[in-house]
């Protein structure tokens, strides 16, 4: 592995930059974002939708990043595009070849699974992550990073009447308007750590995160005890090799199948982190 002192150090100080960043977003702990204003001095109160709840806290931390990068040496680039990886990356300034990946995430606690949130996605698993190499839809290739971080924000869904969302509020009404989302909680984390053996999102190449908030927080995913090498390889041979089972031939689409084609031990599976699939009692 290349860079490890300094991605240990990045990861230390990146971890202790999430920590701070409720400050600077919340008031008891509710999002300070209410609304949207026009020139009328309208405010309009924001969707619950997850796409504009995300590009919001986006741009909302996004001024602390900046701040964040130039404390700790480093320069902050946004992709080119909006759908290329990683979200940021972090040049140092003193030695342009080390780089590190930092993806934005949001998602929401799981009501109906207390301690489980909404899954998220982790990055593609198709051809920049096969072909090192490639610039396609990344801003620089994979392993010109020393290491792909996640910075997640866990949140809770305000329930908000018809009349709330649809009302029209002033500004002598801001301190009034119901927040869309509250009780944050910042995590990051390396993202193999964090990592389930199951697809993010439909048909898309997206490698899908776990789900328990606890084990997200202490970076205990399906490949915890694996390792970053035997995360990288199964998820570029993900439904790609095939395997026999009871005298049929299918696609490998778990890590235990991927253990036992690859001849290793079944120990190195952490199955406890997998995706929530019944409802927690």
């Known amino acids: 592995m ?7 150090l990045f990861s230390a100080q990146l971890k202790d930059f999430a920590a701070t960043l409720g400050d600077f977003i919340a008031k008891d702990d509710a ?31 996004f001024p602390h990043f900046l701040t964040f990068a130039e404390k700790i040496g480093y320069d902050l680039e946004l992709a080119t595009y909006q759908n290329w990886y990683p979200d940021l990356t972090f040049i140092s300034k003193t030695n342009a070849k080390i780089k590190f990946a930092v993806d934005l995430k949001t998602t929401y606690r799981d009501e109906e699974h207390p301690g489980f949130c909404n899954e998220f996605t982790l990055g593609s698993h198709g051809e920049y992550f096969i072909d090192r190499t490639s610039t396609k839809n990344i801003q620089y290739p994979y392993d010109a990073y020393s290491g792909h971080f996640c910075l997640g924000i ?3 869904r305000s ?3 018809k009349n ?22 910042f995590f990051a984390e390396e993202k193999w750590k964090i990592a389930s053996d199951i697809g993010g999102s439909g048909n898309t190449a997206n490698i899908g ?18 390792g970053e090498e035997l995360f990288d390889d199964y998820w570029a ?3 790609k090799i095939e395997i026999l089972v009871h005298g049929k031939r299918q696609k490998m689409s778990s890590f235990a199948e991927y253990l036992q084609y690859r001849g290793l031990p079944a120990g190195l599976n952490n199955p406890k982190a997998k995706k929530k699939k019944r409802k927690v009692k």
């Open 154 to 156: 866990i949140y809770t």
């Open 2 to 8: 290349k860079n490890e002192t300094e991605k240990a």
């Open 209 to 226: 995160s776990i789900q328990k908030i606890d084990d997200i927080l202490n970076g205990n995913g399906v490949f915890a005890k694996a």
């Open 159 to 161: 329930v908000l009447d």
């Open 237 to 239: 041979n993900f439904k």
């Open 164 to 185: 709330e969302e649809t009302h029209i509020y002033s500004m002598d009404d801001l301190e009034t308007i119901p927040a869309v989302i509250k009780n944050f909680l």
């Open 31 to 61: 999002w300070t974002i209410r609304g949207f204003i026009d020139l009328f001095r309208n405010i309009y109160t924001i969707s619950s939708d997850t796409k504009i709840v995300s590009k919001v806290l986006e741009l909302h931390l």
